[in-house]
């Protein structure tokens, strides 16, 4: 049962500032981010969509960086595999959904399969646009992606 997030978390800081709202505020960046804007760039073929199962991942290198192409709800999202905090490969990190804010013994599911946890320090990011989910600004760096018409995934690089 979701109840009102405003009364949940009375003097949080948590970076989003020190209203009970911080929780609900970082959930709404995360919703409201932006996916990766189209770009001019050079096409990476990375494999055929057919080799990225649902809920599957695709390591590719480009040159001396790497990518990750990830596969959530049919879609493809692709990630510069180096976490912005410390420089990890952010791509191996597991997948997982979370949490919003509630009260004990309450579970409010949020962002399923679709939140990468970086394998180094946990930092958390939203495959789907690379928001962070630590702090108001943090993101991933990402790269828009297409499925071209052989059947390809493509990334714009
Ligand atoms: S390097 Fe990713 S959280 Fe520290």
Known sequence: M???????????????????KAL????????EAAPPKKREGRDLVVCSA???PEGGRRTVADGKRSIGVFRIGGQFYAL???????????????L????????????????HGRILRCPWHGWEFDV????????????????????????????TV
Do not use: W
């Open 96 to 111: 997982h959904g979370t949490h919003r804010p509630s009260e004990v013994h309450e579970y409010d599911p949020a962002f």
């Open 128 to 155: 789907m646009t690379g928001k962070g989910l630590y702090d108001r600004h943090g993101r991933a760096a990402t790269f828009p992606v297409r499925v071209d018409s052989h059947g390809d995934v493509v990334v």
């Open 2 to 20: 979701k109840t009102n997030n405003n009364q949940k978390t009375p003097g949080l800081d948590c970076g989003f500032g020190s209203e009970n």
């Open 80 to 94: 510069l595999n180096v976490c912005p905090h410390m420089g990890a490969p952010l791509c191996v990190g597991k």
């Open 24 to 31: 609900d505020y970082a959930f709404q960046l995360v919703e």
């Open 50 to 52: 057919t080799e990225i």
